[in-house]
């Protein structure tokens, strides 16, 4: 069974601080990892793809990959209250994505 | 550049009937999904086509549920004997495939609510 785990939260921050946000998948053979922001009673919407280990930055966003320890994570830096949100990781299981549950980040302005 | 379009975006039934659900990919997108997601959960792979084909189901995908792309553009996902278990939103997503990206794109989904 492929799992992928990330801590429900919430997780708070204050606004112009980093929000860090993690996740772990089971499969060590996984190649592609995803992050998605949903808002309260909306689809979820890609904000950052990752396919090597290391860093990608995108705007304020940046992802981490670490594939020997089997470990995503997204940074958000100045954090904004509009980026209030659940956060979904998604890892790349043949054709379909595996979500997990989902972290709830609130900024607080 | 139009995104993935979904229809109905809201669908409240009586347990027992019948439902279907439309979903429109990105135009150029040759690989459709779709998955169902319920409160607090991410959401859950039930099937996806390459074109026409419908290359992979996932075990949630009753007997119940069948999905089609008839011409390899919009897809169907019909729900017969709908049951209160089926309450969820149904999402819709596309991607280009290995030659342009393994990034799945989401439509705004159908929230099903069957009373």
């Known amino acids: 069974q492929k799992e992928v785990e990330q801590n429900s939260g919430p997780l708070s921050v204050p606004e112009g601080a980093i929000a860090s946000l993690n996740c772990t998948y089971s499969?060590?053979?996984?190649?592609?990892f995803f992050w998605y922001r949903q808002y309260s009673g909306k689809s979820p919407e890609l904000i950052m793809f990752i396919y090597s280990n290391g860093d990608k930055e995108d705007g304020r966003f940046t992802a981490q990959l670490n594939k020997a320890s089997q470990y995503v994570s997204l940074l958000i830096r100045d954090s904004q209250p509009s980026d209030s949100a659940t956060y979904l990781c998604?890892?790349?299981?043949?054709?379909?994505?595996?979500f997990g549950k989902g972290t709830t980040l609130s900024v607080s302005s | 550049d139009t995104g993935v379009s979904q229809n109905p975006r809201h669908k409240i039934t009586k347990r027992g009937q019948n439902v279907t659900f439309r979903c429109d990919p990105i135009?150029?997108?040759?690989?459709l999904y779709w998955y169902r997601q319920t409160l607090g959960q991410g959401p859950e792979f039930l099937t996806y086509?390459?074109?026409?084909?419908?290359?992979?189901k996932s075990r949630l995908l009753s007997d119940r549920f069948s999905a089609e792309r008839p011409k390899g553009s919009f897809s169907t996902l019909e729900i017969q004997r709908t049951e209160q278990g089926d309450s969820a939103m149904y999402l819709c997503?596309?991607?280009?495939?290995?030659?342009?990206?393994?990034?799945?794109?989401f439509g705004p989904g159908t929230r099903l609510t069957v009373t």
């Open positions: 997503a596309s991607s280009l495939g290995p030659q342009g990206g393994y990034e799945q794109y």
């Open positions: 998604a890892v790349k299981a043949g054709t379909a994505l595996i």
């Open positions: 135009s150029e997108h040759n690989r």
């Open positions: 499969d060590r053979g996984s190649q592609s």
């Open positions: 086509f390459q074109n026409e084909a419908q290359l992979e």
